[in-house]
């Protein structure tokens, strides 16, 4: 069993729709809760992080912890043809070392 | 520069050959990483550096990858014996501060910056 699990998809919906995506992990040594945007042939991009179990909300996006379940989850609010990419979750103990999900592909269609 | 700078983009090598991954951080980093990501997969960690220190070199698959920074701010991934399984898009990235959180202080200096990566197949 992978230390994070990641739903790969690919996830496709219609533009405006609210997407989620989603993680579980086995290690409860971790504390920083990652999401990065990856587009084809571009390195990752942090999209938010969050310390410990709670929400965290940025625009269109919001990120949550469940520590308890071992369950992250980003929402992706109104998605755009933009938001198209791949969705890496990522966590990490002391950001010496971070692991990633294997990424879900999402693609919102005009 | 203004990002993470990789090369080369793109590398073909045959089986047996010796390659060479150039990372360019930003500068005044101190942090960088190495990442392995494998098709269709998430970038997995392969070693860490503090300037020109290498403080984990735990994720490196074996002993024919070696990483250096010697002088705290370039660094060369160097695969020696090519193998098949070794086909994979390189990772570097670098954040501003030095690795190992407490608590909260997650910040801006812990940020990580990804480069565009290398992408090695190997023949």
């Known amino acids: 069993q992978k230390e994070v699990e990641q739903d790969p998809g690919p996830l496709s919906v219609p533009e405006g729709a609210i997407v989620s995506l989603n993680c579980t992990y086995s290690?409860?040594?971790?504390?920083?809760f990652m999401w990065y945007r990856q587009y084809s042939r571009k390195g990752p991009e942090l999209l938010m992080y969050?310390?410990?179990?709670g929400n965290k909300e940025d625009g269109r996006f919001t990120a949550q912890v469940d520590k308890s379940s071992k369950y992250i989850s980003l929402f992706i609010r109104d998605s755009q043809p933009s938001d198209s990419a791949t969705y890496l979750c990522?966590?990490?103990?002391?950001?010496?070392?971070?692991?990633f999900g294997a990424g879900t592909r999402l693609t919102v269609k005009p | 520069g203004a990002g993470v700078s990789q090369s080369p983009r793109y590398k073909v090598a045959k089986r047996g050959q010796d390659v060479a991954l150039r990372c360019d951080p930003i500068?005044?980093?101190?942090?960088l990483f190495w990442y392995q990501q494998a098709l269709g997969q998430g970038p997995e960690f392969l070693t860490y550096?503090?300037?020109?220190?290498?403080?984990?070199k735990s994720g490196l698959p074996s002993d024919r990858f070696f990483a250096e920074r010697p002088e705290g701010s370039v660094s060369t991934l160097k695969i020696q014996r090519t193998q098949q399984e070794d086909s994979a898009v390189y990772l570097c990235?670098?954040?501003?501060?030095?690795?190992?959180?407490?608590?909260?202080?997650?910040?801006?200096?812990?940020?990580?910056?990804f480069g565009a990566g290398s992408r090695l197949t190997v023949l």
């Open positions: 550096f503090q300037n020109e220190a290498q403080l984990d």
């Open positions: 290690n409860s040594a971790f504390q920083y």
């Open positions: 500068s005044g980093h101190v942090s």
């Open positions: 969050t310390y410990s179990s």
């Open positions: 990522a966590m990490t103990i002391n950001n010496n070392d971070m692991r």
């Open positions: 990235a670098s954040s501003l501060g030095a690795a190992g959180l407490t608590l909260s202080h997650y910040s801006g200096a812990n940020v990580l910056t």
